[in-house]
């Protein structure tokens, strides 16, 4: 009888995270190299990425694992990610676009600010999906997941701006999964309410106080989610999850 969770299946597959210094991104990378995946994880920060990649401790010889400083709002900086990627592992199995930043509300800051925040958010998942689909779409396999966030439905007030750029990634999940699920590739959107990551501008006192109260979850648990996903037969498609803290509220 075939395995229900097949943990194999993870292992030499060519993974690259997008934010893969701190919060989920960074769980995952410590997860999946533990299961013996390729990883290579992005960061805008040189210093966060040495530091993930002590705390990964990578052993194992038959693997690699490597870190990107990019910026995701940038072309030239996403070009180079995907470069690497192919010269370094020689193709991509699976994209995990996870780069984000908080905001609030669209009646602050400038300009500047909005267009950062929405090259980040929105143009970085589409322009490292876009990328991304063009190694898995080349090979007719492949998993594209896309951490999104459960404000893309609460719509809270006083965060205009970053539930417009996660209502955008719902939408765009949804579309590009009908484009490319006939053609062999997976497309899964997790959406994770809160949890204990840098955009919690809480002390750290406070979330650990909220993860007890299971008011908020630890960065891992997301992780289990992913692995979830990806140790899914071929033939099988989670189209989303939802994962939120038993007593937060949404």
């Not at 891992?220 to 989670?238: G, H, K, N, P």
Request: proline share 2%; charged share 25%; net charge negative.
């Amino acid at each position: 009888m075939e395995k229900l969770f097949d943990i194999e299946r993870i292992a030499g597959k060519r993974v690259l995270i997008t934010g893969g210094t701190t919060g989920i991104g960074r769980a995952l990378a410590i997860r999946l190299a533990e299961l013996s995946a390729n990883v290579v994880i992005v960061g805008r920060h040189q210093q966060a990425i040495e530091e993930t990649l002590e705390a990964i401790g990578h052993q194992d010889t038959h693997t690699q694992i490597l870190g990107v400083a990019a910026d995701m709002s940038l072309q030239e900086d996403i070009e180079k990610v995907f470069n690497t990627v192919k010269e370094e592992l020689g193709g991509l199995d699976v994209l995990i676009n996870n780069a984000a930043l908080a905001y609030g509300s669209i009646t602050e800051g400038e300009y500047k600010d909005w267009d950062y925040i929405v090259k980040t958010n929105l143009m970085g998942y589409v322009a490292c999906s876009h990328y991304g689909l063009k190694e898995m779409l080349a090979q007719n396999k492949g998993n594209l997941i896309l951490i999104g966030s459960m404000s893309a439905d609460a719509r809270e007030e006083g965060s205009s701006l970053y539930v417009a750029t996660k209502s955008a990634i719902q939408g765009f999940a949804e579309s590009i999964r009908k484009e490319v699920n006939p053609k062999g590739v997976n497309v899964t959107l997790i959406e994770p309410g809160a949890v204990d990551t840098d955009m919690q501008e809480q002390p750290q006192e406070e979330k650990e106080q909220k993860i007890a109260a299971m008011e908020m979850l630890m960065a891992d648990d997301i992780a289990q989610s992913v692995i979830y996903v990806l140790t899914q037969s071929e033939r099988t498609s989670i189209v989303d999850l939802k994962i939120k803290p038993l007593k937060q509220i949404i």
